[in-house]
């Protein structure tokens, strides 16, 4: 089964920091990001930048809208697809990314969102 994880952070409190630091703590990512993908189950892993655009269907034509879109001070920074056989390997696996493992991101409201993808489609 394949599960989309979302990693979200209030970029607020990131942005209040200064860029070394941030750099800093960064770079404590890169050895959990590698103990999560040398699990073999990451298919995708992305970060994301803030731009965000949205299209609706409005009266029969498409418009499109700036966002961020969400009511909430937190926004999607990252997303990956792991692959695993039920929910608590999802957990599991998903609990090795650096969003879990780095301490300092409790203080940027950092944390993962997972979802059981029901189709995927890849031409490869």
């Given at each position: ?40 189950k990451v298919m995708i892993d992305a970060g994301l ?76």
């Open positions: 089964m394949i599960f989309l994880c979302m990693g979200y952070f209030i970029p607020e409190k990131m942005d209040a920091r200064p860029n070394a630091e941030i750099e800093t703590i960064m770079s404590e990512c890169q050895p959990h990001l590698e103990k999560f993908y040398e699990t073999g930048e803030l731009e965000t655009k949205s299209l609706r269907r409005v009266n029969g034509k498409v418009t499109v809208t700036d966002g961020p879109f969400t009511e909430t001070k937190e926004l999607i920074g990252s997303i990956f697809l792991i692959e695993a056989e039920e929910m608590d390997e999802a957990i599991q696996l998903a609990s090795l990314h650096p969003t879990t493992q780095v301490s300092i991101g409790e203080e940027f409201g950092w944390r993962i969102e997972i979802r059981p993808v029901h189709y995927f489609k890849n031409d490869k």
